[in-house]
């Protein structure tokens, strides 16, 4: 064999700093080289840390689609990967939402009434908020509560993707529904409302437990409001039942701000 490694440069493969493509000869080189693989003992760090490195670089798990599009857009690779393995960007819980939603619009066009696409379109946010951050439903939660994050913080973050994507999708719907104008988007006020109402809950309630009940009562309303309405439209579609949403939204966000240690604390026992 008439060609060797240079000395530095095999300094610099145990250093890992060495690049291509005269990496790619060095490794070539050193299956084969007796001598370089003795010199490259001596100069640098022993073979097998470099080969423990490889194997942890090779073993390291790629990340996904919807992690890189996060990463590209400047978000922490923590925080990335922690909204990355949200179960409601998952693929089947999309599908779920994409379903429900198509449901409802053929039926909004096809009976002529928006009340079913205006039912179930603030429960998904809110059922959104409940997978994505509770014991049971969350199969990363207890990755998420021994995370260097805040409680508090983590749900928020969790909290803006799920209702960017709830949201989006809810809207991507009621373009769908061209003809009934504004009244299309009354369920806009109530999700705020529901939302933010499981949320100010699940500081005592639970994350599972909260979001359940709210749906619940919404459910009940709807139920009631049927039942005594001579319009229409339901009352909380109404002019009225929008204003008392936005209040509702309004007053359980404040209530959520001021019960936010909680969320440590809830962090910190289930650690």
Request: net charge neutral; proline share 6%.
């Amino acid at each position: 064999m008439t060609w060797h490694v240079e000395d530095d440069d095999l300094r610099a493969y145990a250093l890992g700093e060495l690049a291509a493509p005269m990496l790619w000869s060095a490794d070539a080189h050193l299956m084969a080289c007796g001598r370089c693989r003795e010199v490259l003992a001596r100069v640098g760090q022993p073979v097998d840390a470099g080969w423990e490195r490889l194997d942890a670089e090779l073993d390291a798990p790629r990340p996904g689609l919807v992690e890189r599009l996060l990463l590209r857009a400047g978000v922490a690779d923590h925080v990335a990967r922690l909204l990355a393995a949200t179960p409601v960007l998952r693929r089947s819980w999309l599908g779920a939402v994409v379903a429900v939603l198509a449901t409802s619009v053929v039926a909004a066009q096809t009976a002529g009434s928006l009340t079913l696409f205006l039912a179930l379109a603030p429960l998904l946010p809110l059922a959104g908020v409940a997978l994505a951050y509770g014991p049971g439903l969350d199969p990363t939660y207890e990755m998420a509560v021994v995370s260097p994050m805040h409680g508090f913080r983590l749900l928020m973050i969790r909290t803006i993707a799920v209702l960017i994507t709830g949201l989006g999708l809810d809207g991507l719907a009621t373009l769908a529904l061209p003809g009934y104008g504004l009244r299309v988007l009354a369920w806009l006020l109530p999700a705020l409302a529901l939302t933010s109402t499981g949320l100010a809950l699940s500081a005592r309630l639970g994350p599972v437990l909260a979001p359940s009940l709210v749906g619940g009562v919404w459910v009940a309303l709807l139920l009631a409001a049927n039942a005594h309405s001579t319009t229409a439209t339901l009352a909380p579609f109404t002019a009225l039942g929008q204003g008392v949403a936005a209040a509702v939204a309004a007053l359980a966000g404040g209530l959520l701000f001021l019960s936010r240690d909680r969320f440590d604390r809830l962090q910190g026992s289930a650690v």
